[in-house]
């Protein structure tokens, strides 16, 4: 099974901040990968997909980058409405797996 | 507007039966894999099973192979999840997730409690 491992486990910012959450896959996954955030009580939603690409609707400010394994989520300037848990998701191959979460705080 | 409701959850005895259903509008239902994905209380996503457009495809991780079953009735646009030999680690939320590679739409969960 591919395992996925993101960090930092959680993660506390100001306003504005820029914020890296990571991803390291433990083999190649090509860019089968997609960000997601979750809100309390709420279901996920998707960020990104194919590594770099934004979903519909989702701010410019988030972004998402592969170097080989590593998978990253950028947002740039944080918002309030950008606190929740982040969750990587690689679909290269079953057993799919997520990335633990980050959860993302305000400062 | 895509639209995906759950239905079915509950409280169920350990060892007993269960079975989900999902029902999706505002898209071509056949048209796309589906997925179900759940979350224990306040753990991490874990997905659950996934079918392919027709039905004919299956796919589980080993913690649900041979006690849960997904299937879909594309007539109806609803995709189902019968869970048998329920155990209390079963206990979560789940969702149905339309995919497209990524999950690009989710319901908004269902609650599974499994206790005697």
């Known amino acids: 099974d591919i395992q996925m491992t993101q960090s930092p486990a959680s993660l506390s910012a100001s306003l504005e901040e820029i914020v890296t959450i990571t991803c390291q896959a433990s083999q190649d996954i090509g860019n089968y990968l997609s960000w997601y955030q979750q809100k309390p009580g709420k279901s996920p939603q998707l960020l990104i997909h194919?590594?770099?690409s934004l979903a519909d609707g989702v701010p410019s400010r988030f972004s998402g980058s592969r170097s080989g394994t590593q998978y990253s989520l950028k947002i740039n300037r944080l918002q309030v409405e950008d606190t929740g848990i982040y969750y990587c998701?690689?679909?290269?191959?079953?057993?799919?797996?997520f990335g633990g979460g980050t959860k993302l705080e305000l400062k | 507007e895509v639209q995906l409701v759950e239905s079915g959850g509950g409280l169920v005895q350990p060892g007993r039966s269960l079975k989900l259903s999902c029902a999706a509008s505002?898209?071509?239902?056949?048209?796309?894999?589906m997925a179900w994905v759940r979350q224990a209380p306040k753990k991490g996503l874990e997905w659950v099973a996934t079918i392919s457009t027709s039905g004919s495809r299956t796919y589980y991780p080993d913690s649900v192979k041979g006690r849960f079953t997904i299937s879909r009735d594309n007539a109806k646009s609803s995709l189902y999840l019968q869970m048998n030999s329920l155990k209390s680690e079963d206990t979560a939320t789940y969702y149905c997730?339309?995919?497209?590679?990524?999950?690009?739409?989710w319901g908004q969960g269902v609650m599974v409690t499994v206790s005697s």
């Open positions: 998701l690689q679909h290269y191959s079953a057993p799919w797996t």
């Open positions: 194919s590594a770099t």
């Open positions: 997730a339309r995919s497209t590679g990524s999950w690009d739409y």
């Open positions: 505002g898209f071509t239902f056949s048209n796309y894999y």
